[in-house]
């Protein structure tokens, strides 16, 4: 995974996927007429399981069948117990709701290191091997396929092989030893991962090309050594860090792979975007055609690598960085731009036939209330697992308070669709009256913004739906605004707040620059900061928090031009002095 330490929370198919589908198609009848399933924190047994389907015997198929997945992330794989990093102890009923929600398979990372002797002969510890047995078998029990693999050990040991090289993959192979021995009954639906996200100290390119390898065949020899299901269970290898990102790293694994000759073989990759945009930095604040492309080209570089070539592909993680997060006070990725993000993700999986695992540490299921946290963005995900959505070029349409009240447009994102209408709740507004639309424009009328405005109290007024042939509709937030007021203020490195009437506005972004025009920040690479690791809104305490992290990577004593980009479009500048460990910040 990409490393949370605490909650901030196929083309070619083989002869077998229309039985696989048949039987899919048959095994959701059942659940929706009620087949049972384990309680809640039972202990699973063969004979308690619900019916299961069994696994097409083509691996292309197999995986395909997983589609789509979810990972109990931040769970087993937390350090150095099950709870540290802020979510409950697994139950059954997770499962249950995944299954529930349409959820096919389910990967369960785990860290071992924390249970193990870091001495030969490197025993895990009975209690908690139980444990993941336990909690793997709740999700065969639901018919779930389980992907199970080694995870944070990757760059807690693992990532030390380059310069101790026997001790290491004595303890990888022990692990794997064990995880196979106890496992090698579990049914075929089981799957084993090598490693997540895999890295190498003190290696070169190439050293770390060598050592993945070994690691990924030793895996292979080891569990297939072990007998029962081993023999033919379904192996995920991953590429140099679990990345997407270079034709390099997915040939080195297609290397891998060829000479072991074996057809029960997956690989793996992991995909957050484009990463300026994942983390709002950099000015990359939209969904534009470069984020676009780099997402493009990034699935047809596993469908030409991998599936083109008879090898499936497991997406064993995807999402945003930063985005969602239950945890902070804003959007670190404005909401409908993350959307069409979703949305764009779901088509490019199912155009090049990837099995995709949405990764969540707890920021999509509430693992206490088992329910979902953004039910909009959950809609949308599931969406995109069948069909496209109608989007648009924004989910907010700003009409000025300080001035008279005209006609304002968007461009629809049809992807394949046709446009429908806009409701307001279950009110149907009238085109041509209320509405245009022409091609891709859609236009709201001056008479429905003053209608849909009311009072022109500051913010959202009201909020729209634009709907289509497929998919979910699209929401537009009809707000009423003016641009942001600053005031002069105060503080020190640790402490610093820009008072901000934001009157309706939101935040999008930060540059940050010296009189002499060279960027200032820690990110001085380019003018746009990180948002949240830079400067934070505070919409509910009327304030723009910049972070000690920015304020102590400025120059002392030299002034620094902040230009807010609010979503409305206004900018609005500051000016902020750092002296030692005070900081004045001025209007002008």
């Known amino acids: 995974m990409k490393e949370t330490r605490s909650p901030s929370p196929g083309r070619r198919r083989g002869p077998g996927r229309v039985a696989s589908l048949l039987l899919a198609l048959l095994t959701a009848v059942g659940l929706a007429d009620g087949t049972a399933v384990a309680a809640p924190h039972s202990q699973t047994t063969p004979s308690s399981r619900a019916a299961t389907t069994p696994v097409p015997y083509n691996a292309m198929d197999a995986v395909a069948a997983m589609q789509p997945s979810w990972n109990l992330g931040n769970a087993l794989d937390a350090i150095p117990e099950e709870t540290s990093w ?72 693992i990532n030390k092989m380059a310069t101790d090289h026997d001790q290491v993959l004595a303890r990888y192979n022990a692990t794997w030893d064990q995880i196979a021995t106890v496992f090698k009954d579990e049914p075929r639906k089981l799957l084993f991962e090598s490693v997540n996200e895999p890295v190498f100290d003190n290696a070169t390119d190439a050293q770390k090309a060598q ?129 069409k993000y979703f949305e764009a993700l779901g088509y490019a999986a199912r155009a090049n036939g990837v099995t995709t695992a949405l990764w969540d540490a707890g920021s999509f299921l509430n693992r206490t209330t088992l329910q ?95 709907r289509f042939s497929t998919g979910v509709p699209w929401q537009i937030d009809v707000i009423t605004y003016d641009t942001p007021v600053l005031s002069n203020a105060t503080g020190t490195t640790s402490s610093f707040a820009v008072p901000t009437q934001f009157r309706g506005d939101a935040l999008a972004t930060m540059e940050a620059k010296y009189g002499d025009g060279t960027n200032a920040g820690p990110a001085d690479w380019t003018s746009y900061q990180q948002f949240d690791t830079s400067f934070v809104p505070n919409y509910g305490g009327s304030a723009i928090t910049l972070t000690p992290a920015f304020l102590n990577a400025v120059k002392d004593g030299a002034p620094v031009t902040l230009t807010f980009h609010f979503w409305s479009g206004a900018t609005v500048t500051y000016k902020v002095t750092k002296s030692g460990s005070t900081v004045t910040g001025t209007t002008s």
């Open 211 to 339: 050592l993945l390898a070994e690691l990924n065949t030793s895996f292979h020899n080891v569990v297939r050594q072990k007998g029962g299901q081993n023999a033919t269970r379904l192996l995920v290898l991953p590429t140099q860090g679990s990345s997407p990102d270079t034709q390099q790293v997915m040939d080195e694994l297609a290397t891998t792979i060829r000479p072991l000759n074996d057809p029960n073989l997956v690989a793996t990759v992991h995909y957050y975007s484009f990463w300026p945009f994942s983390v709002n930095i950099a000015g990359y604040t939209q969904f534009n055609a470069e984020v676009q492309k780099y997402l493009t080209d990034t699935f047809a570089r596993m469908h030409d690598t991998f599936i083109a070539k008879g090898i499936p592909v497991y997406l064993g993680e995807y999402g945003l960085l930063s985005y969602p997060d239950y945890t902070k006070t804003a959007d670190i990725v404005e909401r409908g731009e993350a959307l």
């Open 372 to 466: 979902w946290r953004y039910p909009a963005l959950s809609a949308q995900i599931r969406s995109s697992w069948t069909t496209r959505s109608g989007t648009a070029s924004s989910d907010r349409v700003f009409v000025p308070k300080s001035s008279a009240i005209t006609a304002k447009t968007l461009t629809l994102n049809l992807n394949g669709t046709t446009f429908q209408g806009l409701w307001q709740g279950k009110t149907r507004l009238a085109a041509g009256r209320d509405y245009t639309s022409s091609g891709s424009r859609l236009t709201l009328t001056a008479t429905a913004l003053t209608r849909l405005t009311g009072n022109r109290a500051y913010g959202v007024n009201a909020t729209l739906q634009a």
């Open 86 to 157: 802020g979510n409950p102890a697994t139950t059954k009923a997770m499962f249950d709701t995944a299954r529930a929600q349409g959820f096919r398979s389910v990967r369960i990372p785990v860290t071992w290191g924390n249970h193990q002797s870091t001495t030969a002969p490197y025993t895990i510890d009975p209690a908690f091997m139980s444990r993941v047995k336990q909690v793997v078998d709740w999700a065969l029990a639901d018919d779930l396929y389980v992907v199970l693999n080694v995870h944070h050990d990757s760059w807690q040991w």
